[in-house]
């Protein structure tokens, strides 16, 4: 089994920047992408950020394009989101998630807080 634990989630005033982490640990099998989705109360899932396995390739959602950047760094088996810019519509619980070849390696974590408020 996998397990995902994200980190670095907070209050940050508007205009600032904040650094999401996401370690894995387990089986890495079946991995085709990591990604990055967020839920604001009352609303639903949306996906935020992707990044390929295997060829690096990363898309972002309209509203974070060009603020927000996805990386990993394979040895650490990590991925993370650099978040630039945020406003308050970035207040939401921020998930970390596999995407797998089949949905058997589907895996999420448990998701981190991100405040953003003067």
């Known amino acids: 089994q996998v397990r995902l634990v994200e980190s670095g989630g907070g209050l940050v005033q508007p205009g600032g920047s904040l650094r999401l982490s996401c370690t894995a640990s387990?089986?890495?099998?079946?991995?085709?992408?990591m990604s990055w989705y967020r839920q604001a109360p009352g609303k639903e899932r949306e996906l935020v950020a992707t990044?390929?396995?295997?060829?690096?390739?990363?898309r972002y959602a309209d509203s974070v394009k060009g603020r927000f950047t996805i990386s990993r760094d394979d040895a650490k088996d990590t991925v993370y989101l650099q978040m630039n810019a945020l406003t308050s519509e970035d207040t939401a619980v921020y998930y970390c998630?596999?995407?797998?070849?089949?949905?058997?390696?589907?895996?999420w974590g448990q998701g981190t807080q991100v405040v953003v408020s003067s």
């Open positions: 387990g089986f890495t099998y079946g991995r085709a992408a």
């Open positions: 990044i390929m396995i295997t060829n690096g390739r990363a």
């Open positions: 998630a596999q995407e797998g070849t089949g949905p058997e390696y589907d895996f």
